[in-house]
């Protein structure tokens, strides 16, 4: 499949309408990879279908429609509204569709048990930034989808940002280290800047300065493909300024700490697998 470009004449689906639905399907149309027109999404009120149909996207508020619309449809409902909504669905679900699954906590198993046999699933794993097309994508194939669906679903997320195909064990460490680790991020970004206004830089210059810092250090690592614990000690000049932060922030258990809420993240997203 192309790498590039729209997939001729792809017909795509949504069911949710929120933020991660934005996400995705926002960064499809940017990345030009389906046509607007190509593009049907539910729910069940207007208030995030506006987004949409300022698209120039086909709206409904019947779920079953988007299926009679679409071939490769996204399920973008909160979790536990999920099951009600295949159940609604099943009847028109057919063999040629393909259905990923955005929702966090719901296995390929359970959603198997919920579609009838021989419907096509994916599972996703999106994160935050994909609404910048910067997000960092993991997903999973059902027994039923094979490596077309699965060339199908990379070429389409491209435009979202990075997308790996994963082992679905590793979904809910995801969780933990990326849908939950940007607020981790936000959490450091937010002690840099109160630190540099404790030093005396105003608040707004201190925000700018944090965000370009983290996007250089991100982009570093990506860049080089080095460890971050090499980049980190390139910084660091004998006697220097940095190796005294560092010190600060091992005398607070920094890292430790991030592990530790990379785990219970990453736990938490096992047991709500298992409800
Ligand atoms: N947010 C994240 O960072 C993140 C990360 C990874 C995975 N996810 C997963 O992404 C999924 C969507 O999360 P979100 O943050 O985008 O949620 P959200 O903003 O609350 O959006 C949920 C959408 O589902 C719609 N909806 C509710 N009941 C429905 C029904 N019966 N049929 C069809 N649509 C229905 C809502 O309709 P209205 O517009 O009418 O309210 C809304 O458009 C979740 O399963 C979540 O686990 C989210």
């Known amino acids: 499949m192309a790498a590039a470009g729209p997939v001729q004449g792809l017909k795509v689906g949504c069911i949710g309408a929120g933020k991660m639905a934005q996400g995705v399907l926002g960064g499809l149309i940017l990345g030009g990879k389906v046509s607007v027109q190509d593009i049907t999404v539910s729910a069940p009120t207007d208030t995030n279908l506006q987004y949409f149909q300022d698209q120039g996207c086909n709206t409904t508020h019947s779920n079953i429609s988007v299926l009679y619309e679409a071939r490769v449809v996204f399920l973008a409902t909160k979790p536990h509204v999920l099951p009600q909504v295949l159940v609604e669905i099943a009847a028109a679900l057919t063999a040629d569709h393909v259905i990923v699954s955005m929702a966090a906590g719901v296995s390929l198993q359970t959603l198997e048990k919920l579609v009838p046999r021989g419907v096509r699933i994916l599972r996703m794993c999106p994160n935050l930034p994909c609404v910048i097309q910067e997000g960092a994508m993991v997903f999973s194939r059902g027994p039923g989808a094979g490596q077309e669906e699965a060339d199908m679903l990379k070429d389409l997320l491209s435009g979202c940002g990075m997308c790996e195909e994963v082992p679905e ?75 005294h932060g560092l010190h600060e922030l091992e005398k607070g258990a920094l890292k430790a700490t991030v592990m530790n809420a990379v785990e219970a993240a990453t736990k938490r997203a096992r047991d709500l697998d298992k409800r």
Not at 169 to 192: C, K, N, P, Q, R
Not at 224 to 238: F, I, M, N, W
């Open 169 to 243: 064990s590793y979904m809910d460490i995801h969780t933990g280290i990326s849908g939950s680790g940007v607020a981790y991020v936000y959490l450091f970004a937010e002690a840099l800047v109160e630190g540099a206004v404790k030093m005396g830089m105003p608040s707004a210059i201190s925000s700018r300065i944090a965000a370009q810092t983290l996007l250089g250090a991100a982009k570093m690592m990506l860049e080089t493909g080095e460890h971050p614990a090499k980049l980190r000690s390139d910084v660091c000049t004998p006697g220097g300024t940095t190796i």
